[in-house]
T-cell receptor, first 113, second 113 residues
């Protein structure tokens, strides 16, 4: 069965520090992978997606993610975190025709000034 | 475009009452999704529609839940009768075609007392 694991429930970083959020997936075929961000009281916003091609994907707000098939991972990175990046981040895999998204449990990011 | 619109934003009701959540997708989007978000279970897909037709309702928890899409610009999720364990944030999302980004609404926070 398809699944997504985000090992870190909470992460705290200092403003200006680099960030890496981990995501591991389980899926039998080539996955469609997504990262979404959810600010408090808001819906989810797509940061970036991977369907095929270049395994390093650039997204909005300065985020990028790298697809590593050998490790079944799709980790999200940002070189320098801003206070406004504090939010919850969800990794998701597209399954069953790729409209059906399966989400990880999320990682809550706190940013210290 | 105003994005995906959901109403109400907050709903407080008593156990046993009927609850109706509403969603207006982005104009021109052919797919509509209903999700539920809880602390215990994270984000779960309940049901999705393509061109107003329900395609996959395997995530609907039980017969108390029903969803309709009478036209391309409106969908409802109904819970009858409601129970305290239905308390959650319910999101509606829409996408233009298969494999495209899902745009999420702001959610309806439901509290069943």
């Amino acid at each position: 069965a398809q699944s997504v694991t985000q090992p870190d429930i909470h992460i705290t970083v200092s403003e200006g520090a680099s960030l890496e959020l981990r995501c591991n997936y389980s899926y039998g075929a080539t996955p469609y992978l997504f990262w979404y961000v959810q600010s408090p009281g808001q819906g989810l916003q797509l940061l970036l997606k991977y369907f095929s091609g270049d395994t390093l994907v650039q997204g909005i707000k300065g985020f990028e993610a790298e697809f590593k098939r050998s490790q079944s991972s799709f980790n999200l990175r940002k070189p320098s975190v801003h206070w406004s990046d504090a939010a919850e981040y969800f990794c998701a895999v597209g399954a069953g025709g790729y409209n059906k998204l399966i989400f990880g449990a999320g990682t809550r990011l706190a940013v210290h000034p | 475009d105003a994005g995906v619109i959901q109403s109400p934003r907050h709903e407080v009701t008593e156990m046993g009452q009927e609850v109706t959540l509403r969603c207006k997708p982005i104009s021109g989007h052919d797919y509509l999704f209903w999700y539920r978000q809880t602390m215990m279970r994270g984000l779960e897909l309940l049901i999705y529609f393509n061109n107003n037709v329900p395609i996959d309702d395997s995530g609907m928890p039980e017969d108390r839940f029903s969803a309709k899409m009478p036209n391309a610009s409106f969908s409802t999720l109904k819970i009858q009768p409601s129970e305290p364990r239905d308390s959650a944030v319910y999101f509606c999302a829409s996408s233009q075609t298969v494999n495209n980004e899902q745009f999420f609404g702001p959610g309806t926070r439901l509290t069943v007392l």
